[in-house]
């Protein structure tokens, strides 16, 4: 398997989430939901773009590790089983509905923030996947603070406390 249809896979599929986020974005909000946490989003946003931008720059011509990707295949099953238990409230941006209750249905009723775990997860994989360690690293690095902060956003948003363990999406 080659780096560029990797990669292209992956940047297709990003796009495509990206224009399903904008439709329940927008219909979330035209439903009486408001947006929370917008400071950290483009930060969010060019961590995710820088990341797979320098994959691009630095993957191709490199060796796959077909054990790696076949990790990062589970990895995108695990992704598709969160934005459908989601649906239409899926979205890359916070946005409460009120009075809507917290998802318990699908990876919810085991973990927390699951969508945040499988993201993890794909931003330190698909570099080792290409033998980049250290991007793995470091990109895991800056995303754990993003993260760090937009979990506690939400669960704030989400009126969830801050002494439990279990985080909710």
């Given at each position: 398997m080659d780096a560029i249809l990797i990669l292209g896979f992956v940047t297709l599929q990003r796009l495509g989430e990206l224009v399903l986020s904008n439709r329940n974005t927008a219909r979330l909000l035209a439903r009486g939901g408001h947006e929370v946490g917008r400071g950290h989003y483009p930060f969010m946003v060019a961590l995710h773009a820088l990341w797979l931008a320098g994959l691009w720059w630095l993957a191709p011509g490199r060796p796959v590790s077909v054990i790696l990707l076949v990790v990062y295949g589970l990895l995108q099953v695990m992704r598709v089983w969160v934005i459908a238990s989601l649906g239409r409230r899926w979205t890359t941006r916070i946005i409460v509905l009120p009075q809507a209750p917290l998802l318990r249905r699908g990876p919810y009723r085991?973990?927390?923030?699951?969508?945040?775990?499988?993201?993890?997860?794909?931003?330190?994989?698909?570099?080792?996947?290409?033998?980049?360690?250290?991007?793995?690293?470091?990109?895991?690095?800056?995303?754990?603070?993003?993260?760090?902060?937009?979990?506690?956003?939400e669960n704030a948003a989400l009126g969830i406390g801050a002494a439990r363990l279990e985080m909710r999406a």
């Open positions: 085991f973990l927390a923030h699951p969508n945040y775990v499988v993201v993890a997860a794909e931003i330190a994989m698909l570099p080792l996947i290409f033998g980049l360690t250290g991007y793995a690293v470091l990109f895991s690095a800056a995303n754990a603070l993003i993260l760090w902060v937009r979990i506690r956003t």
